[in-house]
């Protein structure tokens, strides 16, 4: 079974410059997030989606990051402007939809799209 | 929300030795706990997961406690190799209708000694 791919692998842009990450998850799962992880910290949740819609984006930046999955595939992850503070690992993940009660999803995660910005 | 405290943030052991890293987490309605290694350059990957109604979960090496009366959970290794070494995770999920909070630990960096 493949896993969650992304790319790309690494980018480095100046500030202010806009990023865009492609994800593409594991077949049949309904569920896809991107995750933000700084180095030497825990990854940290930032969007959500079921098929193609929002279940939470509370912890995304708005006013600079964007995110969409149109067909309840694929997805990509925007964002415009960049600042310093965004150099980080963007992981996307994907895990399949159970419903509401049963306890636990197990969540699998693509290898990070690496974005530095200078 | 949820808060994961993990310890320690480093660990060396020497290989053959066991390694025990412990978690807590804060709200009860957490209800499943992943554990995961990352290697330098790599995504997460899930090593072991443990569910509210289980207390012990065991996979050759490796095994995971939960105890919810205390909100703590630990990762135990067995008989350390050095391909062991890497940044460990540990995270808990609480489910809210479609909703999936996973909460992540701050990492544990464990060095395997040859």
């Known amino acids: 079974e493949a896993g969650v791919a992304q790319s790309p692998r690494y980018k480095i842009i100046e500030k202010r410059q806009s990023v865009a990450f492609w994800c593409n998850p594991i077949s049949g799962h309904a569920t896809l997030y991107w995750y933000q992880q700084i180095l030497g910290q825990g990854p940290k949740l930032l969007i959500q989606?079921?098929?193609?819609?929002?279940?939470?984006d509370s912890q995304l930046p708005k006013d600079r990051f964007s995110a969409e999955r149109l067909k309840g595939v694929d997805s990509t992850l925007k964002i415009q402007p960049a600042k310093l503070e965004d150099s980080a690992v963007y992981l996307c993940?994907?895990?399949?939809?159970?419903?509401?009660?049963?306890?636990?999803?197990?969540?699998?995660f693509g290898e990070g799209s690496w974005l530095t910005v200078v | 929300g949820e808060n994961v405290e993990q310890h320690p943030s480093t660990l060396s052991v020497q290989e053959g030795d066991s390694a025990v890293i412990k978690c807590t987490y804060s709200?009860?309605?957490?209800?499943?706990f992943p554990w995961y290694k990352q290697e330098l350059g790599k995504g997460p990957q899930l090593i072991i997961d443990i569910r509210s109604n289980v207390g012990e979960k065991k996979d050759q090496r490796i095994a995971v406690t939960l105890n919810k009366t205390a909100k703590h959970f630990s990762l135990h290794i067995t008989e350390t190799q050095p391909e062991d070494s890497a940044v460990y995770f540990c995270?808990?999920?609480?489910?809210?209708?479609?909703?999936?909070?996973?909460?992540f630990g701050s990492g544990t960096q464990l060095t395997v000694l040859p």
């Open positions: 995270a808990a999920l609480i489910s809210s209708g479609s909703a999936r909070q996973l909460t």
């Open positions: 993940a994907s895990s399949p939809f159970r419903p509401q009660g049963a306890s636990g999803n197990t969540i699998y």
């Open positions: 709200d009860s309605a957490s209800n499943y």
């Open positions: 989606f079921q098929n193609n819609g929002v279940v939470d």
